[in-house]
């Protein structure tokens, strides 16, 4: 039983493996790398150029960059929505290094306060309004080894169907950045896996 399980586990894991090697490699210039499922594509203009077309591998110089769901850029497959989103914002002073700070159960309490009070202050946006219908609290993980601030919520505009987000923060001296996914929920079956293959991709160099 035990021989068994352990060839299961490594039959699943050379079908994650496999279902990836034809994911574009997007090198995020000179600080990190992602793989970038099938099913998506980037946002227009983002592209800086193509490095091998025949490993797609892509590299793109931008503070922010978009995937969204393969169609979208030719005015097609609006029916459904699903987004990677990544961001990098500067700061004037030296961030904290999560990998080597101790973080307390007070810092997390601040953490989560300082989030959700940035969600709750966009979603009364009057221009694009939008409801909180669940908060999950902030915590640290890792990814790849490095650790981050992850935090996630439900949120609904204008009657529209509930969409899931879930960010991974990472500090990196007087860099934040920010990796965001988002997906309807009525179509996770759909985009949930992908989204979160595409993060367990995430390195920071």
Not at 84 to 97: G, M, N
Not at 131 to 144: A, C, D, E, M, Q
């Amino acid at each position: 039983m035990k021989k068994y399980i352990i060839f299961t586990i490594a039959v699943l894991l050379f079908q994650v493996s496999f279902s990836q090697e034809n994911w574009d490699k997007i090198d995020l210039g000179n600080w990190g790398e992602i793989k970038m499922p099938s099913t998506l594509e980037v946002q227009s203009g983002n592209y800086k150029n193509i490095i091998d077309y025949q490993k797609r591998h892509f590299s793109v110089d931008a503070e922010r960059i978009v995937f969204q769901q393969k169609g979208v850029n030719d005015g097609k497959n609006l029916d459904t929505y699903a987004r990677i989103i990544i961001r990098t914002d500067f700061a004037s002073e030296t961030l904290p290094d999560l990998n080597t700070i101790e973080i307390t159960s007070g810092d997390l309490t601040d953490l989560n306060e300082m989030y959700k009070s940035q969600v709750y202050e966009v979603a009364n946006n009057p221009t694009y309004p939008a409801k909180i219908i669940r908060w999950n609290g902030v915590k640290i993980v890792s990814l790849n080894g490095n650790k981050s601030i992850n935090y996630s919520y439900v949120r609904q505009m204008n009657g529209k169907p509930q969409t899931y987000s879930e960010f991974y923060v990472f500090w990196n001296e007087n860099r934040q950045h920010t990796l965001n996914i988002e997906y309807r929920i009525k179509d996770s079956e759909k985009w949930k896996s992908d989204l979160e293959k595409s993060v367990e991709t995430f390195k920071l160099e």
